[in-house]
T-cell receptor, first 116, second 116 residues
Framework: AQKITQTQPGMFVQEKEAVTLDCTYD???????LFWYKQPSSGEMIFLIY??????QNATEGRYSLNFQKARKSANLVISASQLGDSAMYFC?????????????FGTGTRLTVIP | GAVVSQHPSWVICKSGTSVKIECRSL??????MFWYRQFPKQSLMLMAT?????????EQGVEKDKFLINHASLTLSTLTVTSAHPEDSSFYIC????????????FGPGTRLTVT
């Protein structure tokens, strides 16, 4: 069975500071992908970053980087230089090949609030 | 970039009526589309996976006769909530994937359904 765990229901960060959002996962499939999505109050899911299980290097996309620790089964999202517009819900998700349809399993999310 | 639209963005209906939600991929052909449901302050839960030209695959606990999904073309999938009840009130989000090799799902903006 697949499981995604986000243990931080809410996080606060000062503007311009960096923040780490935690995500751990569990799967028996050796081939999987990890995703982070941002969901602002308007509701749309915005793709941020992707890490494949066989990728040797941590993924980076602008101010977003994924701290992938395979042995610990963690895929934490690091947001550098936080901006007020970063305030939103953040979801970690996993896709495994063995499910056939390759759908995403989502964590419960972390609400990030950036303080001016 | 890949764009997925949903229509309507919000809808209010009376108990017992049916509501149809459309999900369209605007600039790519979606071989697979997914329908998610999100209750307030909760995560996304996959309802069903649809592939163009075939029957949808429903997740455990989702009533296929209540939530009718049709994936009639490579750019359109519809979700019909039949005989809606207040407990069906939720945020419904679709996503689309371009092909099996694609790891990324593109999400629609969501449809907020309120059943009175």
């Amino acid at each position: 069975a697949q499981k995604i765990t986000q243990t931080q229901p809410g996080m606060f960060v000062q503007e311009k500071e960096a923040v780490t959002l935690d995500c751990t996962y569990d799967t028996s499939d050796p081939s999987y992908g990890l995703f982070w999505y941002k969901q602002p109050s308007s509701g749309e899911m915005i793709f941020l970053i992707y890490q494949g299980s066989y990728d040797q290097q941590n993924a980076t996309e602008g101010r977003y980087s994924l701290n992938f620790q395979k042995a610990r089964k963690s895929a934490n999202l690091v947001i550098s230089a936080s901006q007020l517009g970063d305030s939103a819900m953040y979801f970690c998700a996993m896709r495994v090949r063995q499910t056939g349809a390759n759908n995403l399993f989502f964590g419960t999310g972390t609400r990030l609030t950036v303080i001016p | 970039g890949a764009v997925v639209s949903q229509h309507p963005s919000w809808v209010i209906c009376k108990s017992g009526t049916s509501v149809k939600i459309e999900c369209r991929s605007l600039d790519f052909q979606a071989t697979t589309m997914f329908w998610y449901r999100q209750f307030p302050k909760q995560s996304l839960m996959l309802m069903a996976t649809s592939n163009e030209g075939s029957k949808a695959t429903y997740e455990q606990g989702v009533e296929k006769d209540k939530f009718l999904i049709n994936h009639a073309s490579l750019t359109l999938s519809t979700l019909t909530v039949t005989s809606a009840h207040p407990e069906d009130s939720s945020f419904y989000i679709c996503s689309a994937r371009e092909g099996e090799a694609s790891y990324e799902q593109y999400f629609g903006p969501g449809t907020r359904l309120t059943v009175t």
